[in-house]
Each structure stands twice: as C-alpha cells, then as structure tokens.
C-alpha cells in the first residue's frame, strides 16, 4: 500500500475566466471547482484511479479543512489526517485565454507534534511505500521529512522543494523534482533535456536511488543506478497543467507497485499525466485503458 503525506494540503479553486486579467476591470467567470487538493492527496487521488490502495494523510484545520476532509470523504481514498488549530489554505487557478495563473499560500503553522501524531498514523498504517509531497508549511523543515521518512521501514518518495531536496539526509527510494526544483537542488542551469539529464543524475548520485523529473512540454526523465530515461511528452490539447507533476509520479509509483521495469514506469507517468492535463482542476479523470496511450510512448536510453 503507498500512503501520501500532505504536509500543507489545499482546497485547489481553479476559476475559468473567459477574457484576458485586466488592472482595474472586473473579470467575470462561468465556470469554477473546488478540489481537495496538494501534491500529496492529488498522488493518492490518481493513485485510488488506477487501482493502486492508497491511504492519505497529513493535517488539516478550520473550515478549509473540513471542506477537504468532506471532498475526501466523497472519494475511494482513505483519508485519515491529523486536525491542527490553523487554517487549510485555499489555492487559486486562474484559467484565462492569455494563460494559467496560479497563487498559492503559505499555509498554517504546523507544531512538531502534529509531526509525530502523522508518524503515528503511518505506522497503525503500515505502508511499503510513503511519499511526501508538496511545500512545507511554517514549523516544519527538511528535518521533518527525514524524520518520516526514518520513522519506519517503509520506502520513501519526496516531491518537495529543489533547496528542501538538497538539505535531506535520510534514505530515499525517489524524488520528483521538476526542471525548476533541479536546477535549484544541483546549482545547475536546466534548460533543455541533455542539461535536465546531468542535473537528474548528479541528483541521483547524491543519494536518491531514482530521480523523476518533470518537464513540461520536453516530456519527463527518470535517472536510475545504471541508466537515464527520457520520454517525450504525449500530444493533448493542454486544459491545465496543475497536478501534472504528481500525475507524472503517480502513474510511475503505479507501474513500481505492479513490478514494472523503469521503462515502462516512466511511460505509463507521462500517460497518467497526459489525461490529467486535459481536464481542468486537479480531480481524477477517468484513467482506465491507458495501454495504448502508454504504449505510443517512447523512451530513449542515455
Ligand atoms: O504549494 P505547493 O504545496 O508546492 O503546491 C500545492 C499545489 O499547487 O500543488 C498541487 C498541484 O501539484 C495543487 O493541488 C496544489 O494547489
């Protein structure tokens, strides 16, 4: 079973507004969701739609958190989060003809022993697989991720900030940076797939087994022990690309959990994350019969 960790989950609103952002003028909107939202529970949410049991935790509070935990509870997903004093953080998609925009808060204060109360529920849980994603809220740290990811004999997988990534010191399976993230973890300038490859490896060989790098539009890489992989990304009419990333991490998770070779991991993430482009907000679409999108795939070998 892989459980996810939210340390800083998100009611996601994502607005569709049908003329450009203009300074001074009322923008009008038709359309509008709200999702339960954050890396993490997105992870476990494409996870549940692949078959793939998943438990999500994390912590939630306030309202907000109660509209998450409702939206949660609507879902196939096992949600079992620890509640805080502060506030859930509300973030906004703005879809427009001129573009995506996208604003996230910091989110509430998260106590140290809201920390422990999650290693707790990880362990009554007893996952092979954790993963831990998205920003860290205020109170916590690098050292908060290694203290979950130690804190059990569990496998785990980091999706988390480029300068949290260089700061970890545990073990790690792993990590899902995007090219941003890469260059931010290594110091290097990522700006096509060749430099993207020597960020991804030098990542890899600073202590993570696997490195899964985002991409956008270059499609996605994954640098293992022995080799690195890039496949392309799929051709789909792009409605946003919020939640990209952890679809991406979660059809590869999937295809792990299912033995599959690396190939066929990172093939089977760019088909999970070409559905999930093409709806809007980060709710699960229907992801049955991706095989043949997965295998129109290709991967190259470096
Ligand atoms: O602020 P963070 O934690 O880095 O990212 C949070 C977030 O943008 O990531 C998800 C998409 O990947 C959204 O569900 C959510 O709003």
Not at 106 to 114: K, L, R, Y
Not at 148 to 172: H, S
Not at 214 to 224: K, N, V, Y
Request: proline fraction near 5%.
């Amino acid at each position: 079973m892989i459980a996810s960790v939210t340390l800083n989950p998100a009611v996601d609103y994502t607005v569709e507004l049908s003329e450009p952002l203009t300074d001074g003028a009322v923008a009008r909107s038709d359309e509008h969701r709200y999702d339960a939202g954050g890396k993490g529970i997105n992870v476990s949410k494409y996870l549940a739609e692949l078959g793939v049991e998943t438990v999500a935790t994390g912590v939630a509070g306030g309202f907000l958190g109660r509209s998450l935990l409702e939206r949660l509870s609507a879902t196939s997903i096992d949600a079992d989060f620890v509640e805080i004093d502060g506030e859930t953080r509300l973030n906004t998609t703005l879809l427009g003809p001129d573009g995506e925009y996208k604003v996230n808060q910091n989110g509430p204060q998260v106590a140290p022993s809201a920390i422990e109360e999650i290693v707790d529920t990880l362990q009554g849980h007893d996952p092979e697989t954790v993963v831990i994603a998205g920003s860290l809220p205020p109170g916590t740290g690098p050292e908060t991720i290694d203290r979950v990811a130690a804190a059990g004999p569990w496998e785990t997988v980091v999706d988390v900030g480029g300068a949290t990534l260089a700061d970890l010191e545990a073990e790690y399976a792993l990590c899902k940076p995007n090219h941003e993230e890469l260059a931010a973890a290594t110091g290097r300038r990522v700006d096509d797939v060749q430099s993207a490859i020597a960020a991804a490896e030098e990542l890899q060989a600073a202590g993570f087994e696997r490195v899964v790098a985002s991409l956008g539009a270059d499609g996605a890489i994954m640098a293992t022990p022995d080799r690195t992989l890039h496949a392309p990304a799929a051709d789909v009419d792009v409605v946003d690309t919020v939640g990209a990333g952890d679809a991406l991490l979660s059809g590869v998770l999937a295809a792990r959990a299912r033995q599959e070779s690396d190939a066929v991991a990172l093939r089977s993430g760019v088909a999970v994350a070409s559905r999930v482009v093409a709806v809007s907000g980060t709710r699960a679409p229907s992801l049955t019969g991706l095989r043949d999108e997965r295998e129109s795939i290709s991967v190259s070998a470096y």
